[in-house]
Each structure stands twice: as C-alpha cells, then as structure tokens.
C-alpha cells in the first residue's frame, strides 16, 4: 500500500509573510528563493508589474495595487518585488528565467520604504508621508512634508522629495510599498474616503512624471467594489492612475503543486495510475488528470470554494491545505477511493475556529450544521450511506458560506457533490455498471433522500430550476402534512379548476384572457413548412362554454376537463382541435392535491404565506414537468371526429419541450393541411431558421427587408426576401424569379401606358369592426400588406415601377427616402406606375461584382467614386489573377501528388484568361464619357464575376491544403509506425483519399478533417495502450526492483554460481527476460498530440512488438518454477547411492544440514551459503581413503626418535600418496584398524 508521503514532496506553509520581514536581506533572499511563479503570473510580472516599475524607457508608468485574499501570496509577491528593486543580483533568485531576465531591468535600482497600515484613525496622506519621511531619515535624508493644511496640492511636496531623493541618489528611483490598504479604506468615512482617494491619484500621478513608485496590497478589488460604490467617482479618478493585478487560483494552484506538494515524474506516474482507476466515474477526472495529479491530494474544487468563503480573515488557504497534508503524510492511500480531499473538510476548521462564532452568519450555519449531523448520525436508515452523508452536509455548510445572502437557494447538483467531492460508495467499484458515474449520481440522490428523511425535510432544500441541493437555514416548519390533509378535501369540480391553473401557468398564456370571464386566449401556432405563425384562439374547456370570439381566426383548440369531463357535440370542423386527459396516474393526482392544497393554504395563512407559495411553484414545476413527460400517454387528441394518441395521429414530438410547444406540436401537425388549403400560394420563410414570423415581429422583419434592399443586410431581412422570392442563389436583389413581384409587374402591364394600379386592386379589407384593427389582406396568396410592401420595395429598387404615398411619388432615386416611412403609410399607398429613364443594368453588375458600395447612378459624385472603385477593384483582381494562374501551373501540390488533373488545370487556366482579358479591358472605362460605351453587358459581367469567384475559391482552396497539411504529415509518419494495425492504416489511406477529393471539388473538408483528427485519436489511444503493454509504469518499475531483489533470484543467483549441476543458462534467460522490460511513465496524451512517439522511451511498435516479452507476474511464476524445479533436481541427486555414501561421511553439523534440507523440500530463504557449499562438494564426489595402523606407526618412525620437522615431512608425504589428484576438500580419511 502506498502512503501519502510515497507520492509527494510535502513542504509546508507554516506563516504568512509579513511585509516588513523583507527589510532583512538574508530573509529578503531567502523569500525570492522560496517563490514559486505560474505562467499567468510570469506575464502579469513581465508585461504589468515590472513594466510599470522600469524608468528606462519612456512610459505610462502607474501605481501598482496587488489584488489577494489573506493567505494568497500577496505579501510574499510584494516582498519578492521590493526584493528585485533594491538588492543587486535578486534576478539569480528567480527560477523563471523570463522574470529573471526581466527583472534585470530593476533590480538594485530602488531604494525602498516598506510599510503597513494598521487600524488608525490618521489619514491616509499623514501615514504615507510619515512612512515616507521615516525611510528617508534611514536614508540619510532630512525631509519634512508640510502639514495638510498648508499646502494647495499634494504633488508638490512629492516632487520636493524627489529632487532632494536625487541629490544623494542621483542613479536610483524610491518606492514605497504598502501592506494592508483595504482593511484601512473600509474603516474611513465618505468625506475622509474621498480625501484618502484624491491623495491616492495624487501619489499615482507623481508615479508618472518622477521615479516615484507606489505599491498597495489590498484584500479585494478595489475599483469594481460595490462597497465603495458611494465614492464611486473618486475611484473613477484613481483607477486612471493605478494598475491592479490580481492573485487568481490558478497561481495559488500554481504554488499548491509545485511547492507545497511537489512531485517528481515516478511520484506523479504513481498518482495517475491510481486515479485512472476511477475515471469511470467522476465526469473531468480523464480530460483534466494533469491539473489533478499536479494537486493531488487537493481537489481543486478545494481552492474554488475557498476563494468564495464570505470569511476572509480566515482564508489563509496555503496554511490550512498544510495542515490538511500534515495529517495524512503518514496515512496509507485507500484503494477504493481517490484519496483527494475537498472543501468539505474545511468545516472542520471552521467549526474549530472559536472566534468565528462571533459572526451571525456562521454561528446560524453552525447550529443548523449540528442539527442535521445529530439527526443523521441517528436516524439514517442505511449505514453505509452515513459517510457520504456526513460529508455531504459538510459541503453545503462550506458553500452556504460563499453566499452573500443566506437564504439564497444556491447549492450544489447531485453531479456537482459527486465531481467537487468525489464521493464514493465503497462497494460501487467493484459494481459492473454500464455507466458507473450515473449510478453513482443516482446513488448520491439516494443520500440527499435518506438525509432529507432523516431531517423531516428541515434544513436542506432543493431547488428544481436547476437541481441543486443546498442548506436551507429557515426551514424549520413542517408545512407538507398541513398541504396534503387540505388537498385530500378538494372536490372533482377543484381540481378541474387547478388543473386549468396549472395549465394555464405551465403553458405560459397571457394572465389576461382576450373575452372577459372566459378561459380564452389569442394564440399562435406555428405554420412549419412556412416558418410562420397563424392565429386562432386557445380554450379551457368544451366549445359550448365559450364566448363566440371575433373576428374568426385560423383554429380553435380546446383542453376539456379531466375530472368532470364536459358533454357537447363535435362538429367536425377542420379547424377545432381538442385535447382530453384521460390517463391520469396516482401521481399526478397526489401532486395536483398537493398543489391545489398548497394554494388553498397560501391563501389562509399571513406569516407563513411564503412557506406555502414555495411549495406552489414546486409543486406547479413537478406538475408540469409530469405533464410534459406524460403528454404522449395521458392525452387524447379529437380531430374532425377522430380520436387517438399522439402515435396513432402518427406524429413525433421534439425533445426538451415545453408544454405550450407539445401542444403546439400536436396542433400544427393537424392543422397544417387546413392551412394550406386555407393559404396556398402564401410565402415560404425558410431561412428564419430559429424563429417563425408573427404579427407581433413581422413590422421589424419587414423594416429589416426594406433596409437590406437599401444596402443594411442582415439574416433578418434577407429571411424575407428570400421567402418572397426576391434574391437569386448569390444573395443577390432579382426581382425576376418572384411570383409575388410578377403578379404585381403583370397587373400593371394589363394597364395601358401611363395608367396606375391602386391599392384597392392588390389588397382588400377581410374583416372590420369597430373597436378592432381591420384585418387586411392581399387579394392574390392572401398575404399581409407589409409583407406587398417588400415586394413594392424591391420593384423600386430595382427600377421596375414607381410608387405614390401621400401624393408623393417615390423612384429607385429616392428610395432611402421611401423605407423611411412609417409602415402604415406604406401599406396604404395610394398607387403604382411604370418608370421612366436610361437603364443602369450594367453598371450595377459592376458594382455588384468589386463589391462597391450601393448608390444611385444619377449622382454624379457616386458614379465617379463607384468608376474609381471599379478600376482599382479590377487591378487588384488582376494581379491575384495572374498568380492564380501561376500558381493552377505550377503549385497545388497534395500528398500523393498534383491535386488537379491535365483537364481540370486546363479547365481553371481558360477560365482565369478569360477573367485575365476581361480585366485588363476593363481599364479604359475610367471616366464617366468612356463607360457610356461599356462593351460589356449584363450577361458577361456576370459570367466574368463567376470567374472571379473561381480566383477566390483557388485562394481558399491553398489555404485549406495549408490547414491540411499538419494533421496530414501527423498520420502520415504515424503510418509508417503503426504498420502492424493494417484496419487503421487502409481507414488512414481512405481518409486522405477522400480529404483530397474533397479539396479538388473545393468542399469546406470539415467532415474529412473530423475524420483524420478521429483516426489521430485512434491512433494516440492504440499507441498509448501499446506503450502501456511494453513498458513498465511506476508500480511496476517497484515491482521489477523488489524482483531482482526477491529472495528467492538471490538463492538462484548463489545455487547458480556454487553448484556446477545446475542449469545456470535459464538463470540467465530470466535475468535477460525481466532486463528487458523497460521502464517509462512519463508519456502523456498532450505529448502524443504534437509528436507520434514516446519522447522519453521512443517506443516504436514496429521495432519491438515482434520481440516476445514475459510479464512482471510471468517472470515471478517462472522465478518460483526455477527454484523448484532446481530443488528438485538437487533432491533427486541426493538418491544417489554415491551422494548417500558423501553424506555419511560429513560432520554431524554438516549432516544436519543436509537432513534438514532433505526433510524440508526447500532450502530456508535467505539461503545458507555453507549448505551450499557441502551440496556442491557432495554432487561432485567425496572420495573415503582409509589408513591402516601400520602406516601411522610407520610414518612416526617405527619407534625411532623423529624430529618435529621430520614428522611434519612424514605426515605430508603420506597424506600426497592418499589423496593422489584429487581436491583435498572432497576427501575424507579414515584409521581402520
């Protein structure tokens, strides 16, 4: 089991920095050595803070505020600063190198006055010019700022100082720098705050005129406080002047990882596999594993939620992760779960933390905390959910903290507790779930229950907008009994009436029914296949208890009662629609009780009224979205005498809808044959996309059809004109193709020359009464007059006819003028006629084509800018051109070759000479006299445009092979180094077949390009499980050490090198097998995302895969059958009657070895060396020789005197003539007498 002090390298952070402490130089250091630097805050120190310091070159140098919470670094920041300024060789403190370079432009430049503000009553000026004039007696400068009231501006007295600064410090700058600035403003009064501030300006002013610098450590951001709002013009001022620069979590993780919990490449290889385990089931734990490991064992939700404590004096966030990491160093890694710590364990600090109770919020959040625990603790129906629960009501007490307001129902969702928190269900693991992150949400919503059971419902809510659960500190009375007795006691006739209420609110009609006393709405459907909106009237209950409502309109739909349905005889007709709910579940009888109960309640009660009215829009949002997820199987639909489902009508709903939009669904669906029979030639609107046209917005579509025809396009106005036919497939104004517009030409060619069309000949009254708007309608399509005045406008524009409004008539000249009108002057025109004048077709085609801007031909001042505009458009289309046709020569190159063929180059050049040819002609109809004789008509004008766009789709076409050319080289050497995968490599080879057919038909290759940058993913995923295969990670690297160091290779390795017998060689081939095995964890995804191989390893498939490797459990067995099997063959020798006799012929000790070994089997780990020296000896042969008596008595002389010499001389000789060649060790003498 791996501890947590096996996976970081913990480093505490015991104390905050105080400013003051870097006016040591030794601690100074020593701060600059500590200081870890993000990549956010290099940029903030390389182009804000050091910039602003710097005087040698010339800029807008400002005041300096460091924006950070207690705790954050704030003072450590400002101290590493005032650090760089004043000591010469700061910069080879820096460990990163773009601030070390940088800071080289300060360091040692300053003098500097360090300073904090404490909790006085002075002002402002008077504790920065005493600060100030204290540091400059350090200095050894006499100065003494005058006293306020003697002075008319403040800047002076600067500027006095700093000429006298320069006296003594001609090469320096001075700062000061200020610690505690927030705390002090907050305590001052609007008059005394508005003087503070002016001064601050003042101060940041000096700051850009002089070597005066200003450096300010405030807790929260100063100029956007709504907290200084009342002097918010005074911050306006100083904001001008100063330059903040905020401390954000993403530099306190910064800190958190490679400080406090700095890994090396093993420990954080060692973290990642462990938490891979669970990526199942967290959402974000794969995608973001870096951000996750860097922190581990923080979660970084943690440092989220601390930012947001509304507590600050207590957030000093890198002390309290220290004491969170201190506690579990020792502690072992649990295997079941992450092991991450989140912000619900920093309600044990708060509750720990005494002086907190003091403040009301917490002291509140404590008790209801408290509460809920003890009834948990006790009242939990399921044990194993205890835990989760526990930590859970941690959580929401830490996020109720970060709310302003307490009652604010804002918490968190089922997923956001399972994420932020990593809870876990211990046995869910080892679950074989489909998907485990949704059970275990399911699971998590589990507990919210039980808790909220356990609590009779007191003290934790949940909000249904948005699903997210949260404490609830005033709900402490138990109002669900008092709604459910008071909703038992409704009658049929009640909750039909609250079925209509909540019909009423969940289908959002208007609060004000259009006939009074009825449950009658105007309503609109919309009109799909036109992308329209038609009007009828909706209606709570049978067509016989309605009111007759005028004027008719295009349907009816009716919602009859469900509990006491209404009795009344269908006529069939084709536009009524009924809606009756006649399957209603318990459920949804039980909740519109309940909500009928809640408003009954609401009603009776005074003090408690909200209580009731919360529990109304619950109730009403669960009844709506019951009606919604029933629509399908509670309602029956009743059309012209038919009644079914909505699957029987044949119809599918969309998904995600609201209840007004499923009846709507339905009721188009019916009704749209009726409309067509109704409006047959009626316009189609098929670009307004996401929107349908209706009354209410047709006049501001229409405005916005008229603008575009005057030169302002917008999607809006090119909607209409496109469903009155009145754009060609370029976008372009053509009046040719529109039906609309030719009813309108064809009516005035039935006239005689000069005769006018009135407005009674195109538009007729349908309806009219008084009290109501007249209802109007075209006589032809029967379409709305406004949209005829599209059609009129764009006839106009176009120079096709003329009209007359208010006995004025209005021309293409003046057509600006004629959408100017009110659109009720417009639909009632008085007439149309023909035009008069030269035809402009030409001209326009030229204008269309160089996209100059629109205006009219008879102004002369236009016409010249638009000649000038047509030429200058010409000669820079004249040159991209001639490149062009360079470029369809010699360039677009691909991959596999020349992206065109013979033909198509052919093809692209004739096209481009044209064009080429056009344009250089164009060059002489540089004045007004010479374009009277334009050679060029409307048809060639358009076929060279064509051509022009060619030039501009080959230019859009190398981009595109630009764009390509990344991911394309990527597979392409990923090809070669995944050969062995033949599917990927002939799906790769397709892909770029079909990227560069594609490219040659000039398609916008999105789906091509999704296509490699899937078969990349392939590519990186079977890479990442193949270099998983061949190399070793962390665990493993573990594994192979403890291996190598086992004790049974180790009795292998001295049976090996002592017994001649044995099979040294498949020793060897162990050794050589687990040697093999090569280690390396530090492959990324990110890495295979900008290279194909291993950075570290240069893992190639095709150079190793071939080659067959044992598994680290393999090369265990195998160490296990290499020391049996050699035991074995060992034990089997011993049978040996010459062995045998060896064995007699040893020691007693020696004996005793042997037996013992014999008897056991096995050979007792660590191995006995000795043993196996005597089974060595043994295998290769203990020779017996024996001596007679008579030799010993001979060797000693026979009875003659010897000398010592002479019986050593004679014991030796006769010990030569026993042993003979053979190995001393390996003979045994015995006397026989």
């Keep these: 089991m791996l501890r947590y002090s096996d996976l970081i390298q913990f480093e505490p952070i015991e104390s905050v920095v105080q400013l003051r402490d870097a006016d040591d130089k030794e601690r100074a250091f020593h701060l600059l050595d500590t200081y870890v630097i993000s990549d956010r805050m290099a940029e903030q120190l390389d182009e804000i803070i050091l910039e602003h310091i710097q005087f040698d070159r010339m800029v807008d140098n400002k005041g300096l505020l460091i924006v950070g919470n207690y705790g954050t670094g704030k003072s450590h920041l400002m101290s590493v600063i005032s650090t760089i300024a004043e000591q010469p060789g700061a910069s080879e403190h820096i460990k990163n190198e773009q601030v070390a370079k940088k800071a080289k432009e300060i360091e040692g430049k300053f003098k500097v006055i360090r300073t904090e503000i404490g909790a006085v009553s002075m002002s402002l000026r008077d504790i920065i010019c005493q600060a100030l004039q204290r540091g400059l007696a350090n200095l050894g400068i006499d100065y003494t700022f005058p006293k306020a009231n003697e002075v008319t501006n403040n800047k002076d007295m600067l500027y006095e100082m700093m000429e006298l600064f320069h006296e003594q410090y001609p090469e320096h700058g001075l700062m000061l720098v200020v610690d505690e600035l927030l705390d002090y403003l907050r305590g001052r009064k609007e008059q005394e705050l508005t003087l503070d501030l002016g001064f601050l300006r003042e101060f940041g002013e000096v700051c850009s005129k002089t070597r005066l610098r200003f450096i300010a450590g405030i807790q929260e951001m100063l100029f956007d406080n709504p907290k200084f709002q009342f002097v918010a013009d005074s911050l306006r001022r100083v904001k001008e002047r100063f330059q903040e620069v905020r401390i954000v979590r993403e530099d306190i993780a910064y800190v958190v990882s490679e400080r406090l919990l700095k890994k090396d490449e093993k420990q954080k290889a060692l973290i990642r596999e462990h938490l891979s385990k669970f990526t199942p089931l967290y959402h974000g734990l794969s995608e973001n594993m870096e951000t996750y490991v860097n922190l581990f064992p923080i979660h970084p939700a943690y440092l989220e939620t601390f930012e947001k404590v509304n507590i600050a004096e207590k957030r000093v966030v890198l002390q309290t992760i220290s004491r969170e990491i201190r506690k579990l160093m020792t502690k072992e890694v649990p295997e079941n779960e992450t092991g991450i710590i989140s912000f619900d364990s920093y309600w044990q600090y708060i509750e720990e933390d005494s002086s907190l109770r003091s403040n009301p919020n917490v002291r509140e959040v404590m008790g209801k905390v408290q509460t809920l625990k003890d009834k948990v603790q006790s009242g939990l129906t399921r044990p194993a959910y205890k835990p989760a629960a526990l930590r859970i009501i941690d959580a929401l007490a830490v996020y109720r903290l970060t709310t302003d307001d307490l009652n604010a129902p804002i918490g968190l969702t089922s997923e956001e507790l399972r994420d932020k928190l990593f809870l876990n269900i211990s046995t869910l693991l080892d679950m074989d779930e489909e998907n485990p992150a949704d059970f275990l949400r399911t699971t998590i919503e589990s507990v919210l229950k039980q808790i909220m059971t356990a609590v009779s419902f007191q003290?934790?809510?949940?909000?249904?907008?948005?699903?997210?659960?949260?404490?609830?500190?005033?709900?402490?009375?138990?109002?669900?009994?008092?709604?459910?007795?008071?909703?038992?006691?409704?009658?049929?006739?009640?909750?039909?009436?609250?079925?209509?209420?909540?019909?009423?609110?969940?289908?959002?009609?208007?609060?004000?029914?259009?006939?009074?006393?009825?449950?009658?709405?105007?309503?609109?459907?919309?009109?799909?296949?036109?992308?329209?909106?038609?009007?009828?009237?909706?209606?709570?209950?049978?067509?016989?208890?309605?009111?007759?409502?005028?004027?008719?309109?295009?349907?009816?739909?009716?919602?009859?009662?469900?509990?006491?349905?209404?009795?009344?005889?269908?006529?069939?007709?084709?536009?009524?629609?009924?809606?009756?709910?006649?399957?209603?579940?318990?459920?949804?009888?039980?909740?519109?009780?309940?909500?009928?109960?809640?408003?009954?309640?609401?009603?009776?009660?005074?003090?408690?009224?909200?209580?009731?009215?919360?529990?109304?829009?619950?109730?009403?949002?669960?009844?709506?979205?019951?009606?919604?997820?029933?629509?399908?199987?509670?309602?029956?639909?009743?059309?012209?005498?038919?009644?079914?489902?909505?699957?029987?009508?044949?119809?599918?709903?969309?998904?995600?809808?609201?209840?007004m939009e499923l009846v709507d669904t339905v009721a188009e669906g019916l009704l749209s044959q009726w409309f067509e029979e109704k409006y047959s030639d009626y316009p189609s609107f098929r670009k307004l996309e996401r929107t349908y046209l209706t009354k209410d917005n047709l006049a501001t579509y229409v405005n916005d059809a008229l603008s575009y025809l005057n030169g302002r396009k917008t999607n809006q106005g090119e909607a209409i004109l496109n469903g009155l036919v009145l754009l060609d497939q370029k976008g372009e104004i053509n009046v040719r193709n529109s039906g609309y517009a030719r009813w309108v030409i064809e009516k005035l060619e039935e006239k005689g020359n000069g005769q006018v069309v009135n407005q009674n000949e195109l538009i007729e009254t349908v309806y009219t009464a008084q009290g109501t708007e007249d209802i109007r309608l075209t006589k032809e399509f029967r379409m709305e007059p406004e949209l005829l005045v599209v059609v009129l406008g764009a006839l106009i524009q176009q120079g096709e006819i003329v009209v007359t409004v208010d006995n004025k008539t209005y021309e293409a000249m003046n057509f600006a003028e004629f959408i100017k009108l009110p659109l009720s002057k417009l639909t009632n025109f008085s007439h149309i006629k023909k035009p008069s004048g030269l035809p402009v077709a030409a001209i326009h085609a030229l204008v269309d084509m160089f996209d100059v801007p629109k205006g009219n031909v008879t102004d002369q001042n236009?016409?010249?800018?638009?000649?000038?505009?047509?030429?200058?458009?010409?000669?820079?289309?004249?040159?991209?051109?001639?490149?062009?046709?360079?470029?369809?020569?010699?360039?677009?190159?691909?991959?596999?070759?020349?992206?065109?063929?013979?033909?198509?180059?052919?093809?692209?050049?004739?096209?481009?000479?044209?064009?080429?040819?056009?344009?250089?002609?164009?060059?002489?109809?540089?004045?007004?006299?010479?374009?009277?004789?334009?050679?060029?008509?409307?048809?060639?004008?358009?076929?060279?445009?064509?051509?022009?766009?060619?030039?501009?789709?080959?230019?859009?076409?190398?981009?595109?092979?630009?764009?390509?050319?990344?991911?394309?080289?990527?597979?392409?050497?990923?090809?070669?180094?995944?050969?062995?995968?033949k599917n990927w490599a002939e799906n790769v080879d397709i892909a770029l077949t079909n990227l560069a057919g594609a490219l040659k038909e000039n398609g916008d290759c999105i789906e091509e390009i999704r296509e490699l940058e899937k078969l990349k993913e392939e590519y990186i995923q079977q890479y990442l499980q193949l270099h998983h295969q061949a190399r070793l990670n962390a665990t493993e690297e573990n594994k192979k050490k403890a291996l190598l160091n086992d004790k049974r290779y180790l009795a292998l390795k001295e049976l090996a090198s002592r017994i001649d017998l044995l099979p040294r060689q498949a020793l060897?081939?162990?050794?050589?097998?687990?040697?093999?095995?090569?280690?390396?964890?530090?492959?990324?995804?990110?890495?295979?995302?900008?290279?194909?191989?291993?950075?570290?390893?240069?893992?190639?498939?095709?150079?190793?895969?071939?080659?067959?490797?044992?598994?680290?459990?393999?090369?265990?067995?195998?160490?296990?059958?290499?020391?049996?099997?050699?035991?074995?063959?060992?034990?089997?020798?011993?049978?040996?009657?010459?062995?045998?006799?060896?064995?007699?012929?040893?020691?007693?000790?020696?004996?005793?070895?042997?037996?013992?070994?014999?008897?056991?089997?096995?050979?007792?780990?660590?191995?006995?060396?000795?043993?196996?020296?005597?089974?060595?000896?043994?295998?290769?042969?203990?020779?017996?020789?024996?001596?007679?008596?008579?030799?010993?008595?001979?060797?000693?002389?026979?009875?003659?005197?010897?000398?010592?010499?002479?019986?050593?001389?004679?014991?030796?000789?006769?010990?030569?003539?026993?042993?003979?060649?053979?190995?001393?060790?390996?003979?045994?003498?015995?006397?026989?007498?």
């Excluded at 014991?1211 to 007498?1233: C, D, H, S, T, Y």
């Design 862 to 981: 236009w016409l010249d800018f638009a000649i000038r505009q047509i030429i200058s458009g010409a000669k820079q289309a004249l040159d991209k051109t001639v490149r062009m046709i360079n470029d369809v020569r010699h360039q677009f190159q691909i991959w596999d070759g020349p992206l065109f063929s013979n033909d198509e180059r052919a093809q692209y050049i004739t096209k481009l000479e044209s064009l080429k040819s056009f344009l250089e002609g164009l060059q002489v109809y540089n004045t007004r006299a010479k374009l009277t004789n334009l050679k060029y008509g409307v048809l060639e004008i358009e076929q060279q445009k064509e051509n022009l766009a060619v030039v501009e789709q080959l230019e859009k076409l190398e981009q595109k092979i630009h764009e390509c050319t990344k991911i394309v080289n990527y597979l392409s050497t990923a090809l070669h180094i995944m050969k062995a995968n």
């Design 459 to 659: 003290y934790i809510s949940a909000n249904q907008e948005n699903g997210q659960y949260y404490l609830d500190i005033k709900k402490d009375i138990a109002v669900d009994e008092l709604i459910e007795k008071r909703g038992e006691e409704l009658t049929d006739n009640q909750l039909d009436s609250y079925y209509f209420d909540v019909l009423k609110q969940a289908m959002e009609v208007l609060d004000h029914p259009y006939v009074t006393g009825y449950k009658i709405w105007l309503h609109e459907i919309p009109w799909e296949a036109r992308r329209v909106k038609r009007q009828g009237y909706i209606f709570f209950g049978a067509p016989n208890e309605r009111s007759t409502a005028q004027p008719e309109r295009d349907f009816y739909i009716y919602m009859l009662q469900p509990f006491e349905p209404p009795k009344f005889h269908d006529e069939e007709k084709p536009d009524e629609v009924f809606f009756r709910m006649t399957k209603k579940d318990d459920e949804f009888v039980r909740l519109l009780r309940l909500y009928g109960g809640a408003k009954e309640m609401s009603n009776d009660a005074s003090t408690t009224k909200q209580l009731y009215l919360n529990k109304v829009s619950y109730y009403l949002k669960r009844l709506t979205a019951w009606l919604k997820d029933h629509f399908v199987d509670a309602f029956e639909i009743q059309y012209r005498g038919k009644k079914g489902s909505v699957f029987e009508f044949g119809m599918f709903l969309p998904g995600n809808a609201t209840l």
């Design 1068 to 1233: 060897d081939e162990w050794v050589k097998n687990i040697q093999a095995l090569k280690v390396c964890y530090q492959l990324t995804r990110e890495q295979l995302e900008h290279q194909q191989i291993c950075p570290h390893c240069k893992f190639n498939p095709n150079d190793e895969l071939m080659v067959q490797r044992y598994s680290l459990e393999q090369l265990e067995e195998r160490l296990d059958d290499l020391l049996n099997t050699w035991t074995e063959t060992l034990l089997t020798n011993f049978n040996d009657s010459m062995v045998q006799e060896g064995i007699s012929l040893l020691s007693e000790d020696q004996r005793q070895l042997v037996n013992d070994f014999i008897n056991k089997k096995q050979f007792d780990l660590p191995i006995n060396i000795g043993l196996l020296e005597i089974i060595n000896d043994l295998l290769k042969g203990i020779h017996k020789e024996e001596i007679r008596v008579e030799q010993l008595i001979k060797m000693m002389g026979d009875g003659n005197p010897l000398t010592i010499d002479e019986a050593r001389n004679n014991f030796e000789m006769l010990m030569k003539a026993i042993v003979g060649n053979n190995q001393p060790e390996r003979v045994r003498i015995i006397v026989k007498k």
